[in-house]
């Protein structure tokens, strides 16, 4: 990605290995400061990632490889280092599969980790080259929380195709949702496309019906935690309201996402649990009390949207409409 | 409205007329602190509907109400109060007509500007009794931005009839967006309910789809700063996405307001021409930047909701549908 600093424009990515360390954007600070963070060892890798300095399941998982490989390099026990890692964030599932990859590939560690990084990285360029394919010259398009190259090292997901869209010269517009409680939209996406040069606009969620209703968005593409057997999806509280209201109005919604994203295990939307997190992050913002002490807040961190809703799913391997996803994946 | 204060729990209006001073919450700093600001003048008026220590139509029409009384007491050149006061806030109707309605009352000034008060009120007041039979014991109700006593004096239009239904013994459960981006339903809303005990969670507005979804929203109940001709209204941004997701999900979706809301002269929702207000709004949350200062952003304040998405009107003389609006009002 694109990243404009004091020395000028410098192509960065969210996390990556030098001389043996591992370096990271640290996303807590951004939009307001560029700072950068150090793993030295695998206990900084283990606080980078439970402290959210990065976020996203496809960049966690690369700092946990390039971890890993720092640990065998400095000759650690690997097996204690792995499971110090994997107990960072006990539920992703990207950070489990980048450990297990690099114990299985442990003799040349960093080759290993620089691989896996380069598979993400690649994934997301193509997810990019498909879903541009989607976007037309002057198409003002609306998305949904952060799916974006601090998600997933570079490119991002729902980041991609509007990358590589504008990279191709199309003029286009981003409505970015600002995508309470934490933000993502107005802090991290927004930083993003400042840095690429890509015109857009952020906008309040409550504001995104209002642009469809008038016939100022042309598309929609959105990042997804979890594809599920029949189509429907989980992402980031508040994608259901946009679907419902692209269909509403006849405007393509699209799901970018790899194909490891696809849970076939899974049948319905209904069968996935929903994570509830603490009320602080609705009721206090950046450290002061937007509602009464004593009124309690409810904040369930994601949604399922219905396949119903979803024009298709931009992946690595091609787009796919929610019927084809049991043959392609 | 029931308000908790130190001394116990006291009935209090938005605003009211003391000892011929002009009296009223300063909602500037709710929900974190009840202050209360008292008007020694006109100026003092024109002050407090400038800088919002008084918001919504109906409360700002009572505050210019009480404010031209007070000075027909003090004996001041009424035609240049008038139009200091009209001046305060030019796009507001209510003002206007009660600026009006005190200059064709100008010899009883304290009862004409009580008589004004009342009749806000009283509407509100069968507002409430009218809408409180939509509601079921056990019903759980989303409501968006704060259409309370804090906008209307007492009793509120969308809140009337929630505040009547509680009274009357029914267990209700209200979802509360929070209103992005002045935050009017956790800062107002939550704080009008939490006062008056009832049950209550606030949302961020991202979260509503997602309940309606899950069948835990029975009712949507909000206000209107407009109705034209066809039915379609002008509400607070977000209104118009609450409406269509209720709809998609067979969820009942009423707006409450006085009859003199209706604006036959205007034919369809798209005829209305919306606000666009300050960026800083969205990227300034208690003076702290949300998203790049160079990112800039779009301020919608209303949206259109169509009348195919509204089930009924809930006005001082009864309850109506979009199509009977004309034969009614």
Known sequence: MKVKMEEGEKDLKAVWMDDNKVK???????????????????????????KMMVRGAPAIGVTAAYGMAQAIIQ?????????HIKSARPTAYDLFNAVEF???HAE?????????????I???????????????????????????????????????????????????????????????????????LHNEGIPHSVIVDNASGHYMFRGEIDLV??????IVSNGDIANK??????????????IPFYVAAPVTTYDS????????????????????????????????????????????????FITEKGIFSPSELDDMF
Chains 1, 2 share one sequence.
């Open 102 to 104: 690099m114990l299985d």
């Open 75 to 83: 000759e650690k026990k690997i097996e204690k280092v792995a499971e």
């Open 24 to 50: 990271m954007i640290d996303q807590r600070f951004l939009p307001s400061e560029l700072k950068f963070y150090t793993a030295g060892d695998y206990k900084d890798i283990h606080k980078a990632i439970k």
């Open 122 to 192: 690649e994934k997301c360029r193509k997810i990019g080259e498909h879903g541009s394919e989607l976007i037309e010259n002057e198409d003002r398009i609306l998305t949904h929380c952060n799916a974006g190259a601090l998600a997933t090292v570079d490119y991002g997901t729902a980041l991609a195709p509007i990358r590589i869209a504008s990279e191709r010269g199309k003029d286009i517009h981003v409505f970015v949702d600002e995508t309470r409680p934490r933000l993502q939209g107005a802090r991290l996406t927004a930083w993003e």
């Open 237 to 250: 509280i508040g994608t259901y309201e946009k679907a419902v209201v692209a269909k509403e109005n006849d």
């Open 221 to 226: 593409i959105v990042g997804t935690d979890r």
């Open 265 to 312: 295990s899974t049948e319905t939307g209904r069968d996935i649990p929903i994570e509830n997190r603490d009320e602080k992050e609705i009721k206090m913002i950046n450290n002061s009390l937007i509602a009464p002490k004593d009124s309690p807040a409810r904040n369930p961190a994601f949604d399922v949207t219905p396949a119903e809703y979803i024009s298709g």
């Open 108 to 120: 040349k560690p960093v080759k290993a980790a620089e691989d896996y990084a380069s598979n993400v």
